[in-house]
Structure formats: structure tokens, C-alpha cells
């Protein structure tokens, strides 16, 4: 790679990684960093032959059946097309010590900033070579200025549209990299809140914020506790072992970047302040304002330290006693978005919203006829030990060789081995259902005869993902046109913070799952969680009932339902709305009306 010439912008200082924490590698961990190992040598000019072998290599080891280590340790892996000695020595050498050495010396010789190019689509290791090497951009922001000045477009094998698409990616990868999903700020803030908590010097404590209100991805976490003192609880928010840096430590207000990459804020205040202060750090910030307009229209002040009439505060025990005091029934945080919850309140009408108790079964979940990892019985007695009476099983069709779809011989076998397992698990009941494929024109994946022997047919869109918003609409109404769809799966195909919802008119998919008596899923991975929560109340009016669906591949993934229970409460629906508060029998008779059509 030739050096370009310095640029006065150049002398910027480079971000520091931060150390991760070491767990045991995946098949893709190593697949990754095989590619980047690629690409690092492109960038480098090395040998072509080198960088096809860990091109293949990353390709060969994401298919793999089985389990990484195992194969390591039999050597099996060294039978695997494509894996010499020296990579196989490389993979032994990441699992054993989390880091490849050759990689991490081929790396150093490039400037960090290319790297981060690679991420953005589009941007291969030629793409960002010809930019550092003839437009001296070593870093994103010089990428992004040189695009805005149109000098990206005029190098060769770039143009406009590739110029376009640099600036679209690069603004998508600023609006991901911002925030986090969930599942993960979730895990790391009740981690965080149980130490916290422990503390003596802790009253009453609080996860506020986007976290408290379900929202499906989080900025960063907001932590709330009361206590007379704050120095000692300070001192231990800033020193526990999840925390990298410590970014500012006060005595009411203390942020650091936990080693995640999430920044968390811990805030200290009065007992007597917490109902207050937990009110306004839960938000939303559109909420509060609406809040703190109906309060000063009734003569009173509201802030993060009180409700204050004629400046004397009026003493308020919890957010209940707040919201009392303006007239209102209590709002749970799920609705405090400003979409007419404070009025709802006003008039106590707001819904009695589902909770996770309400749940009798779940649907959505996939076995080891495709893409799962537990057999029918094991998911079922998971299911089971969690508390359900039922399982909707749903696999892949045939279609999707990819996650090894069900060929009709397959549907007829598991078909016999659900038989078995309703017979051998007294008291709990395996309903056989298949998440068909919606293919281009928007057929199912089965013929009648096939699709007639489920007790419940998922549709979903898994390919094809590019048509244009009204192709897309035609072809996903005509799946739920179907007589055999009972469902629709995971309705805009987005992956949070990963992959764009494709173009379809959500509203037209829920009119037609009305006229049609098709249930809509709340895809409850929380990587999906689509339908998004915006839209259930349309669906809610229009009388679509809702299913909770974990879409998981594993016993423990099924505790994901927990997510779509939030999402559901988040979208105001209530046990009636939603599919899963129905027992067994009452399922039968819903899914048996449907086959009848
Ligand atoms: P995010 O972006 O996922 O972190 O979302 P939030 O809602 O957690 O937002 P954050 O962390 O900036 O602030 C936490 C809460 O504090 C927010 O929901 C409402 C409250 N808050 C923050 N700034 C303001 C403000 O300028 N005005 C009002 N009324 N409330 C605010
Ligand atoms: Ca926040
Ligand atoms: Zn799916």
C-alpha cells in the first residue's frame, strides 16, 4: 500500500479500542476475523492466494455442522476443505488465547480509520485503498467530508451513486453505533442494579430511561437511586469490574463506558426527591413535557425535584401519588411516549395492559428438523418447566435450504413425533405448525395437501427482500389471502441496529390480516421485535389479534417471550388482543376455524 500525503487533518488522534471480555469462540467469531484478516491483507497489497485461503476459510467454517470446539480437539476440523495446518493452527491459537497474533501485527501496519471504512456497505478493501491511497482519506469523517464535496465521486470506479450510497452507509452506521439493543443494555443494567442496589447506603433504586419504557433499542442506561449519602454508593458504581472508564464522577450525577461499549449515568438523590426524579428520568422527554404543561395549567411547577405549589413542595410518596395529584390515573412507563396516554388517564380509560403471567403457551419456535438446536421434546418440556401448557412448534419450509426447511417427507415424520410427545407429556400440548416462506409471487411452500396436515401456518418473507413497496405489499397480502395462513411472521424482515425493514405498507398488511382473520406475531427476538410496537395499536382497532412469538432456536431463547410482552404492553394491547392468553382449547378452536377457512 503506498503512503499517501499527509494532510493537515490527518494528525487527529485515533480512538482506542476498548479490551472485551474474553468467552469461548464461536463459529463465527472465527469466520469474522478471517474475513477481516482478508481484507487487512488487501489493503496490505499481500498475496492474492493468501487472502483467497482466508476468504475460503471464513466461508468454510461459518457452514460447519457441529460444535468449533470439539472439531479442534478431535482435529476433525483439519479434514475440512480449506482448513491447511497453519489455519487450523491460527484457530487453536484464537481459541486458546482470544487473539490471533499475525492478525494483530498485519493490522498495526494500517491506519485504524480504514478499518472502520470497511463497515461501511459498499466499501470494500479496493474501494478504501483507492480513497487512502489517491485522496489521502484515512477515517471516516474525511470520507464523509470528501463526499458532501463531491470529490469521491470523480475517482475511478466510484461515481455518483456509489458516492450517494458512501454517504447513506456512513449515516446509518453513526445512527447503529449510537445505540444498543435492548436484550444486551437490559442484561447489563440489571447487573449493574443488583450490585448497586445491595449497597447500605441505598434506599429505593430504579432502571429509568428508554430501558424502563421498553424501548427496542437504548442509548444508554439511566440509573436512579435515593440515599442520604452519595460519596460511598459513587464510589463503587465507578469501580465495578463491568465498568472500562470512568468518564465523570460527582456527587449526585456519576457516567461511565462500561466494557459492553454502553455508556451507563448513575444518579443519587433524596428519598423524598425519587418518586420526582424518577418520573422525569424515565421520560419520555415528549411525555414529561406534556406532563409539565397539564401541571402548570392546574397551578402547579413540575421538575425532576418536585411538584410544587406556590414554590412549597407538595409531598408525593410514589409516581402514583404524582400522577394522582394531576388528576390522572397512574400511566405505566411502556406508554409515557406522548401518544394520548396522559389523556387516556385523565379519562380512565387507559388499558389493563397483558402481563407475562397472562401468557398459556407460545408460538414461533423452531427444533432440529431445521434450524434448531433441541429436539420437538425437549423445547416442549422447556416450555413446559417455564411455565406454558403449549407449544406452537414452527420450522422452516422447504424453501429455505439454508436453514434446512422441512421436505414433505420430513412434515409427516415430525407430524408422527408430535403424536408422541402429546401422548407422553400428560397436561401440556405440542401444536405442529410450519413458518412457511412467502415466495417472490407469494405463494406458500407446500401444496394444499401439505399445508392442510399443520395445525398453524407462519408466513414470512426470507428472500427477496428488494422489491419495491407495492410488489412487496401484493406479495406479502396474498400469502395472508391464503386459506391455510394462520399468522404472519416478522412483518418487515428488520434486524435492529443491522438491517432495514424492506418496503412494504404495514397498514395495508394489517387491513388485509383483518378482513382475513390472520393473526399478526410480535417477533419477540430481540433483534427483531417486529411488528414494531407503532403499530399495534392500528392492528389492536381493526381487531387483528396479536401472537407473542419468541422465534427462538433454543430452550433458553424462549425466554425471549419476555421481550414481546413489553413490546405488546408498549403498544397498549391487553390479554384480549393477544392470542396467547387463550388455553389449549381455545386454540384448537381458533386454529380449527381457520382450516375450515
Ligand atoms: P435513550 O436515547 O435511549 O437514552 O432515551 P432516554 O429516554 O433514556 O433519554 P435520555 O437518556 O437522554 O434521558 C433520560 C430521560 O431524562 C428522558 O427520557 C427524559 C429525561 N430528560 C432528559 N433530557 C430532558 C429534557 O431536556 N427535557 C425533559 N423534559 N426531560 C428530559
Ligand atoms: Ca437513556
Ligand atoms: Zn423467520
Redesign the pocket.
Known amino acids: 500500500m503506498k503512503k499517501p500525503k499527509p494532510r493537515p487533518s490527518d494528525s487527529r488522534p485515533s480512538k482506542k479500542k476498548k479490551p472485551s471480555e474474553k468467552t469461548p469462540i464461536t463459529k463465527s467469531d472465527v469466520a469474522r476475523l478471517f474475513e477481516e484478516m482478508a481484507s487487512v491483507l488487501e489493503l496490505l497489497d499481500e498475496n492474492p492466494f493468501k487472502i483467497r485461503s482466508y476468504q475460503n476459510a471464513a466461508r468454510a467454517i461459518e457452514s460447519l455442522p457441529g460444535e468449533l470446539g470439539e472439531m479442534i480437539d478431535s482435529g476433525e476440523l483439519l479434514n475440512v476443505k480449506g482448513i491447511g495446518k497453519s489455519l487450523f493452527s491460527h484457530i487453536e491459537e484464537l481459541r486458546n488465547t482470544g487473539r490471533l497474533e499475525i492478525y494483530e501485527k498485519a493490522k498495526a501496519k494500517i491506519p485504524e480509520g480504514l478499518l472502520e471504512m470497511l463497515r461501511i456497505p459498499g466499501m470494500g478493501p479496493k474501494k478504501v485503498k483507492a480513497v487512502y491511497e489517491k485522496l489521502g482519506i484515512s477515517d471516516i469523517d474525511q470520507l464523509e467530508t470528501a463526499a458532501n464535496e463531491n470529490r469521491v465521486a470523480a475517482l475511478e470506479g466510484f461515481g455518483t451513486k456509489t458516492q450517494v450510497n458512501i454517504l447513506y452507509g456512513i449515516q446509518n452506521l453513526r445512527k447503529y453505533s449510537e445505540?444498543h439493543l435492548l436484550s444486551k443494555a437490559f442484561t447489563e443494567a440489571r447487573g449493574i442494579l443488583g450490585e448497586i442496589s445491595k449497597h447500605r447506603d441505598v434506599k429505593r433504586s430504579l432502571l429509568?430511561?428508554?430501558?424502563r419504557?421498553i424501548?427496542e433499542?437504548?442509548?444508554?442506561i439511566?440509573i436512579l437511586v435515593s440515599a442520604a449519602k452519595s460519596e460511598a454508593i459513587m464510589d463503587s458504581f465507578t469501580g465495578l469490574s463491568r465498568v472500562a472508564s470512568v468518564v465523570a464522577k460527582g456527587k449526585t450525577k456519576s457516567s461511565v463506558v462500561l466494557k459492553s461499549g454502553i455508556n451507563a449515568?448513575l444518579r443519587v438523590v433524596s428519598d423524598k426527591e425519587f418518586p420526582f426524579a424518577s418520573h422525569?428520568?424515565?421520560?419520555?422527554?415528549e411525555?414529561?413535557?406534556e406532563m409539565?404543561g397539564r401541571a402548570k395549567k392546574m397551578g402547579y411547577k413540575l421538575n425532576?425535584y418536585g411538584l410544587f405549589k406556590d414554590d412549597k413542595l407538595v409531598a408525593c410518596d410514589d409516581e402514583k401519588a404524582i400522577f394522582r395529584r394531576l388528576g390522572l390515573d397512574y400511566i405505566p412507563p411502556e406508554l409515557r411516549e406522548a401518544q394520548g396516554e396522559i389523556e387516556a388517564a385523565e379519562q380512565h380509560v387507559l388499558p389493563n395492559l397483558l402481563s407475562e403471567t397472562d401468557l398459556i403457551g407460545l408460538f414461533h419456535v423452531h427444533t432440529t428438523y431445521s434450524d434448531g438446536t433441541a429436539s420437538v421434546k425437549e423445547m416442549a418440556k422447556g416450555a413446559e418447566a417455564m411455565g406454558f401448557a403449549y407449544l406452537g412448534i414452527a420450522d422452516h419450509s422447504r424453501s429455505a435450504a439454508y436453514a434446512g426447511g422441512l421436505s414433505t417427507a420430513d412434515v409427516k415424520k415430525q407430524a408422527k413425533e408430535v403424536k408422541e410427545v402429546n401422548k407422553s407429556l400428560r397436561g401440556f400440548r405440542v401444536f405442529q405448525g410450519i413458518e412457511s416462506d412467502i415466495l417472490t409471487d407469494g405463494s406458500l411452500d407446500y401444496p394444499t395437501e401439505i399445508l392442510e396436515l399443520f395445525d398453524f401456518v407462519v408466513v414470512s418473507v426470507h428472500q427477496n427482500f428488494g422489491l419495491s413497496q407495492s410488489e412487496m405489499t401484493k406479495r406479502i397480502i396474498r400469502a395472508i389471502e391464503n386459506p391455510y395462513t394462520t399468522m404472519l411472521g416478522h412483518p418487515t424482515g428488520r434486524l435492529l441496529l443491522a438491517r432495514e425493514a424492506y418496503k412494504v405498507d404495514l397498514y395495508a398488511l394489517i387491513d388485509a390480516a383483518a378482513e382475513n382473520d390472520v393473526v399478526i406475531e410480535i417477533n419477540s427476538n430481540p433483534h427483531r421485535l417486529d411488528l414494531d410496537w407503532r403499530y399495534l395499536r392500528t392492528a389492536k382497532e381493526k381487531g387483528v389479534k396479536i401472537a407473542i412469538c419468541p422465534d427462538s432456536h433454543t430452550v433458553e431463547g424462549m425466554e425471549d417471550y419476555r421481550y414481546g410482552v413489553g413490546i405488546a404492553r408498549k403498544g397498549w394491547l391487553t390479554k384480549d388482543d393477544v392470542i396467547n392468553c387463550l388455553d389449549a382449547t381455545g386454540i384448537d378452536t381458533l386454529f380449527a376455524s381457520k382450516r375450515k377457512g
Open positions: 445505540r429509568a430511561g428508554s430501558l419504557r424501548k433499542t437504548i442509548k444508554d439511566d449515568d422525569y428520568f424515565t421520560g419520555s422527554k411525555h414529561n413535557t409539565r425532576e
